[in-house]
């Protein structure tokens, strides 16, 4: 059974850290994003790791680092804001190729986990 497990979520202060971690169980692949939801918002790609390079959304670039390899990936938070409050999504493909960031373009995704950041 494929499985993507996230951990590392939690209560942080604006201007804190977290980084999160994403396991996959079952499998390898080569293309990893983090997706993020907020209450009452849409699902929002954060940024991706795939083929050597990486993607990140504007609205976190030079805040976030994405790193990893086929089994494992991490994605390091800076200077958190209260707008990132989210639940931190992993989803991952097989493919080799561009990092999408349409959430309807995976299949494999993990169960979430929570980031709050407190003013």
């Known amino acids: 059974q494929v499985q993507l497990v996230e951990s590392g979520g939690g209560v942080v202060q604006a201007g804190g850290s977290l980084r999160l971690s994403c396991v996959a169980f079952g499998r390898t692949f080569s293309c990893y994003v983090w997706f993020r939801q907020a209450p009452g918002k849409e699902r929002e790609f954060v940024g991706g790791?795939?083929?050597?390079s990486t993607f990140y959304a504007d609205s976190v670039k030079g805040r976030v680092n994405i790193s990893g390899d086929s089994n494992t990936v991490y994605l390091q938070m800076n200077n958190l804001k209260p707008e990132d409050t989210a639940i931190y999504y992993c989803?991952?493909?097989?493919?080799?190729?561009?990092?999408?960031?349409?959430?309807?373009?995976?299949?494999?995704w993990g169960q979430g986990t929570q980031v709050a950041v407190s003013s």
């Open positions: 989803a991952a493909a097989p493919w080799i190729g561009p990092i999408y960031t349409k959430d309807y373009q995976y299949t494999y």
């Open positions: 790791i795939g083929s050597g």
